[in-house]
């Protein structure tokens, strides 16, 4: 699998909106042809994304791996009140874990 550009990246307006490499090589990484508003919004959202992709999926792993921990833990008591408590913890890892492999392109 190839490698994508190296971050971060930024958004230019030159005649139309365009998504540049960051730093003091320009390469154009994409071009968005929209030039209003929503062009620029559009743009500006990529970057975003782009930039946070990396952090947002480590701090999703750890949060798993957390939560599985505290499941465990929880388990180890076994107390009624505790057990309640456990679905919507198992809900969301399930929701995070298949944020991650969208993000990894797993689905």
């Known amino acids: 699998m190839n490698k994508h550009t190296p971050r971060p990246w930024r958004a230019m307006v030159y005649p139309s909106v365009i998504i540049i490499q960051q730093g003091h090589t320009l390469k154009t990484i994409a071009h968005i042809s929209i030039r209003d508003e929503e062009g620029k919004a559009n743009a500006k959202f990529i970057v975003k994304a782009c ?20 499941i465990g833990e929880w388990q180890a008591v076994q107390s ?14 399930a929701e995070l874990e298949q944020a991650i492999e969208k993000a990894e392109g797993k689905q």
């Open 51 to 70: 930039n946070s992709h990396d952090e947002l999926l480590e701090v999703f792993k750890k949060a798993v791996d957390e939560l599985n921990e505290y």
């Open 80 to 93: 009624t009140y505790c057990l309640s408590h456990i679905i919507p913890l198992k809900n969301i890892i």
